[in-house]
T-cell receptor, first 116, second 114 residues
Framework: NAGVMQNPRHLVRRRGQEARLRCSPV?????VYWYRQLPEEGLKFMVY????????ESGMPKERFSAEFPKEGPSILRIQQVVRGDSAAYFC??????????????FGSGTRLTVV | DAKTTQPNSMESNEEEPVHLPCNHS???????IHWYRQLPSQGPEYVIH???SNVNNRMASLAIAEDRKSSTLILHRATLRDAAVYYC???????????????FGTGTRLTIIP
């Protein structure tokens, strides 16, 4: 299966701990997008990255959240000092670099973060 | 990206066609109409997209009004596996800073009745 792989699928953290969410895009895709979905709510854009660059982080909270997409390896969404309000499903999507036509993104199955 | 309006929920009987409407009265000439769906406990899944002409693929059909101010996603024969939240999203083209991301609304929750 060449889809977007996210791990872990479920993550439980105590308040104050760090959460690291990983996303491996579709092979050959160099653009990654992170979204957050709070319980019973819609998906909210967080950040858009290309290899080694953050392109649009307009949806990222100003503190405790960071994202990276290194030249080698998966994209990482990092949440420091988690609070209960961070409990949500975090989805990653990817797209290829060459966009010759207007096509769809491929989403992963998400990481469900629970802060206790 | 321009805004879309969808009914909050719809029901349909299994094995019958489903027509999911979407209004986008402020659509611009370069906005593509995209549809995604999200099955329970899954990430969104691309369904179909179009600009002006009606589009068909293995999953669904997209009917676009002549003035492009509305569109309808058509599932020809709904199954229980089609129960999901369906999102209608406008995406401007060409892509540039700020419009690469998809902006999801609240979508339509489709319930399939056995």
């Amino acid at each position: 299966n060449a889809g977007v792989m996210q791990n872990p699928r479920h993550l439980v953290r105590r308040r104050g701990q760090e959460a690291r969410l990983r996303c491996s895009p579709v092979k050959g895709h160099s653009h990654v997008y992170w979204y957050r979905q709070l319980p019973e709510e819609g998906l909210k854009f967080m950040v858009y990255l290309q290899k080694e660059n953050i392109i649009d982080e307009s949806g990222m909270p100003k503190e405790r959240f960071s994202a990276e997409f290194p030249k080698e390896g998966p994209s990482i969404l990092r949440i420091q000092q988690v609070v209960r309000g961070d409990s949500a499903a975090y989805f990653c999507a990817s797209s290829p670099e060459q966009q010759g036509t207007n096509y769809g993104y491929t989403f992963g199955s998400g990481t469900r973060l629970t802060v206790v | 990206d321009a805004k879309t309006t969808q009914p909050n929920s719809m029901e349909s009987n299994e094995e019958e066609p489903v027509h999911l409407p979407c209004n986008h009265s402020t659509i611009s000439g370069t906005d593509y109409i995209h549809w995604y769906r999200q099955l329970p406990s899954q990430g969104p899944e691309y369904v179909i997209h179009g600009l002006t002409s009606n589009v068909n693929n293995r999953m669904a059909s997209l009917a676009i009004a002549e003035d492009r101010k509305s569109s309808t996603l058509i599932l020809h024969r709904a199954t229980l596996r089609d129960a999901a939240v369906y999102y209608c999203i406008l995406r401007s083209w060409p892509l540039g800073f700020g419009n690469e991301k998809l902006t999801f609304g609240t979508g339509t929750r489709l319930t399939i009745i056995p």
